[in-house]
């Protein structure tokens, strides 16, 4: 069995990336307040990993 990283696993680890360092450096996420980005990135993130 391989460890290597596919190239749809990747685009996952990728977008989770963007998805939290958006989180990090937004100031509407850091309140837990509801974040329009956000919500597009972790739809992005979960489609992703699919």
Known sequence: M???KTAW??????AYVVL??????????RVKAS???AARL???WR???R
């Open 20 to 29: 939290i360092g958006h989180t990090v450096a937004c100031a509407l996420c």
């Open 47 to 49: 489609e992703a990993r």
């Open 9 to 14: 696993s990747q685009r996952g680890d990728d």
């Open 42 to 44: 972790a739809k992005a």
């Open 35 to 37: 974040c329009p980005r």
């Open 2 to 4: 391989s460890l290597k």
